[in-house]
């Protein structure tokens, strides 16, 4: 019987770069459990987030609503982080959710359409607690643009947004 000959590996380009030994502690101990080289791990790791973007292009069927839908689940997690709480928590976190996604929306829409949003960098100790929700949604999604832009980050929109999270959701007190 004829020995079966090993297929033709493709030619590798050699990369140097330098990481944390933490970070090479984890890619070596990924290699190991998936009985890979250390360079194999990360090759299929790198192959593999140019993929990711191919892939959820294909799922939301353009780049828009890929950004929009990467965009409004940022303004949710910094929702989260804000208040400590899922933004699907309860009624008061779902709200101020809507909001913030209904800010991105607005983001969006093509320049003719677009409505100036100064309001974010107002105080809104006064407001109502509605008005209160969409302003929080309309900061994070500023921060998030901003984020996005790769705009310098404003630390009066996050102290805002901190300030409006903490009276709507008494982060320090009691649950919702």
Do not use: C
């Amino acid at each position: 019987m004829a020995k079966k000959s090993k297929p033709a590996e493709i030619p590798r380009e050699g990369v140097n770069t330098r990481i944390t030994k933490e970070l090479r502690e984890k890619l070596d101990a990924a290699a190991t459990a998936a009985g890979r080289s250390t360079g194999s791990e990360i090759e299929r790791r790198l192959e593999r987030s140019f993929r990711i973007k191919d892939e959820l292009l294909a799922l939301f069927e353009d780049e828009r609503t890929l950004h929009a839908v990467s965009a409004i689940a940022m303004t949710w997690i910094a929702l989260e982080n804000a208040t400590g709480k899922p933004w699907y928590h309860n009624k008061d976190t779902i709200e101020a959710a809507q909001h913030a996604a209904h800010s991105i929306v607005g983001m969006l829409k093509p320049a003719r359409d677009a409505a100036v949003v100064s309001e974010t960098e107002k105080a809104v100790d006064e407001v109502a607690k509605s008005e209160a929700k969409r302003r929080l949604g309309m900061l994070l999604a500023e921060h998030v643009r901003r984020r996005i832009r790769r705009d310098p980050f404003d630390d009066d929109i996050d102290a805002a947004a901190i300030s409006i999270a903490d009276s709507l959701f008494d982060i320090n007190g009691a649950q919702h």
